[in-house]
C-alpha cells in the first residue's frame, strides 16, 4: 500500500497572523514539502491542477518534473490532472515525458475539476463536461497504446497518422487513476478500462464514498479485470495532528473555521463527525484510517491533505515529521495484515513492466 499526501496548491492568508505568502513563496515552499515527503518515507507525492486564483498550480507537470531532479524514490502524481479542458494529445506528451525524467516514477489522477469557469477559459462547456471526460479519455488511452493513430471525435479536430512524442517508457503508459467526488459516470469509466478510481473521501460522508467504491469495484469485475475486491482503489483523507487530540483541535480550529472551502460553516466538530476529517492525535488518526478498509475494502493508496488553510510551510513540516515516523509506519503493517494474498499492490513502473514481460512471454509460448 502507498501513502502519501497531495497538495490542491492555494493561497490562503493565515487567520492567525494575517500574513499571505506570494506565489513565489508557495511554489517554493510546495518543493520543500515534496522533498521532504520522501524525507520522512512517504510514497507519493500529487499536485493539484488550477487555472484561478488563489491557487498557483496550472502546470503541475512542471512542477512535478523540478521536484523529480531533487527525489530519488518519491512517485509524483496528480490531484487531479484537467481531461476536460486539456488536450489529450498534450496530457499524452507531458506525462510521457515525465516518465523519461523521472525513471517511471509518475502516474496521474484524471478528474473533471471543480471549478466552472474553467470551461469557457480553454473554449469548452461545462454542460459537456462527462462527453468530454469520455471521449478525451479514450484517445489519450489509445495514444499511449497505439503507435500510428487516426481519430475521429465530437470535440477536437481529427487525427491522421498522427503519433504521440515521446513513446511511453518502456512501451509502458503511465498508470491512470480516475477521480471523483460524485459521478458515477467516472467511476463506470474507470472500471471499463480496468485502470484505478481515486475517491476523494474529504467532503462527503462515508456512505457516499462507500457506494462510488462498491459500483467501481463491481463493474470492474463485471468486465472481466478481476475479482471486484481486485480492483485498485485510493482514497483522500484530511489530517491535523498534534500529540494530544486537544491541543490538535485548538491549534487547528482557526484554520478550519477560515477555510476558503468550508470556513464559516459546519463546526469543526460536527464537520469532523460527518467526513473524514481526522484532527486529533497520531492514534486517533491511525484509528480512524484504519477504519476506511471497513467500508472501502482493501485499497492501495492512502493520500492526505496537509498544505492547505493558510498553514504555515513549519507547521507542515511537523505534520509530515509526525505523520512519517508516528501514524504511516503502523498504518503500513496494519493494512498489509490484513490483505488477503490476491489483493494487488498499488502499480508501478516497475510492476507494469514486469506485468508487460509476463504477457510476452505467454504468447511466445
Do not use: C
Not at 490562503?12 to 505568502?21: A, C, K, L, V, Y
Not at 471549478?115 to 499511449?144: C, M, S
Not at 480492483?231 to 491549534?251: C, E, P, T, W, Y
Request: aromatic fraction near 10%; charged fraction near 20%; avoid cysteine.
Amino acid at each position: 500500500m502507498q501513502f502519501g499526501i497531495f497538495s490542491v496548491s492555494d493561497i490562503t492568508t493565515d487567520p492567525t497572523t494575517g500574513r499571505t505568502p506570494s506565489e513565489a513563496e508557495r511554489i517554493k515552499d510546495i518543493v520543500t514539502i515534496a522533498k521532504h515527503a520522501e524525507e520522512v518515507g512517504l510514497d507519493v507525492f500529487a499536485l493539484g491542477e488550477h487555472h484561478n486564483e488563489p491557487f498557483f498550480s496550472s502546470s503541475p507537470t512542471t512542477t512535478l518534473a523540478y521536484i523529480a531532479a531533487q527525489t530519488k524514490t518519491l512517485q509524483l502524481s496528480t490531484a487531479t490532472t484537467l481531461i476536460t479542458t486539456n488536450d489529450p494529445v498534450k496530457i499524452a506528451e507531458d506525462f510521457a515525458m515525465l516518465q523519461h525524467l523521472s525513471d517511471g516514477r509518475v502516474d496521474l489522477t484524471l478528474g473533471r475539476g471543480n471549478t466552472g469557469p474553467v470551461y469557457p477559459w480553454f473554449g469548452k462547456d461545462i454542460r459537456a463536461g462527462i462527453p468530454l471526460a469520455l471521449e478525451n479519455y479514450a484517445l489519450l488511452h489509445k495514444l499511449w497504446r497505439e503507435h500510428i493513430v487516426d481519430w475521429e471525435g465530437k470535440f477536437r479536430t481529427p487525427l491522421q497518422s498522427f503519433t504521440s512524442t515521446p513513446r511511453p517508457l518502456d512501451d509502458v503508459p503511465p498508470f491512470v487513476w480516475h477521480g471523483s467526488i460524485r459521478s458515477p459516470q467516472i467511476a463506470e469509466q474507470a472500471a471499463y478500462y480496468g485502470d484505478g478510481f481515486f475517491a476523494n473521501h474529504i467532503f462527503w460522508p462515508k456512505e457516499h464514498t462507500q457506494r462510488m467504491v462498491q459500483l467501481y469495484r463491481q463493474r470492474f469485475e463485471h468486465y472481466g479485470h478481476g475479482s471486484a475486491d481486485q480492483a485498485i482503489v485510493g482514497l483522500g483523507g484530511q489530517v491535523f495532528m498534534h500529540r494530544n487530540s486537544q491541543d490538535a483541535v485548538k491549534q487547528f480550529r482557526p484554520y478550519f473555521d477560515n477555510a476558503p472551502v468550508y470556513g464559516h460553516g459546519p463546526s469543526l466538530e460536527d464537520f469532523s463527525r460527518e467526513t473524514p476529517l481526522t484532527v486529533g492525535s497520531p492514534q486517533q488518526v491511525i484509528e480512524r484510517t484504519l477504519g476506511f478498509r471497513e467500508y472501502v475494502g482493501d485499497y492501495q493508496r492512502q493520500l492526505f491533505l496537509m498544505d492547505h488553510a493558510g498553514l504555515p510551510l513549519k507547521t507542515v513540516l511537523e505534520q509530515l515529521d509526525l505523520l512519517g515516523a508516528e501514524v504511516v509506519p503502523v498504518l503500513r503493517k496494519e493494512f498489509a495484515a490484513r490483505k488477503p494474498a490476491h489483493v494487488p499492490d498499488a502499480p508501478t513502473h516497475a510492476s507494469l513492466l514486469a506485468k508487460k514481460n509476463e504477457t510476452k512471454e505467454e504468447v511466445a509460448a
